[in-house]
C-alpha cells in the first residue's frame, strides 16, 4: 500500500478490510507513511491499527467520501447539515477497533473547498 501521501489508497485498504472480514477478522496494520484515503468502511471483527509514525489522511476530494445513511441514528439522515460523509465509516458493525499510536487526519481544514463548514467531512462515523 503506497504510503507517500500523494497516492490514494481508499480501494486498496477497503479490498483489506472486507478480506479481512470476510475471513472472520483481522488486523489492517498501517505502518509508517502516509495513507491519503477517501471514506472507508469498517467491517465485523476488524481493527485498523495505525501505527506511531503513521497517518491516515482524508482527501480533499468531497467526491471521495460517499454519501452514508446511519442504520442506527436514521434521525440523522433527515437532517440537511447531518454527518453524512465520514473517513472511517462503521455503522452497525460489531467487533471494529481503532488502535495504534498514530494519526487520523480527516483534513477538516478545507471546509471551504465546497462551500460551508456545516459540510466538512467527519472523521469518524
Known sequence: VAS????AVTEILQKLIDKCSNLGGGIV???DGIYLSGCIEMKKNVTLYIEQDAVLKGMLDIGAYS???SKSHPNW????QGPQKSLIYGDTQENVRIMGGGTIDGSGDFP???GSESLR???IL
Open 67 to 69: 454519501k452514508k445513511l
Open 121 to 123: 467531512v467527519c472523521a
Open 4 to 7: 507517500d501521501g500523494k497516492t
Open 77 to 80: 439522515n433527515t437532517l440537511v
Open 112 to 114: 471551504g473547498a465546497y
Open 29 to 31: 496494520y498501517l505502518k
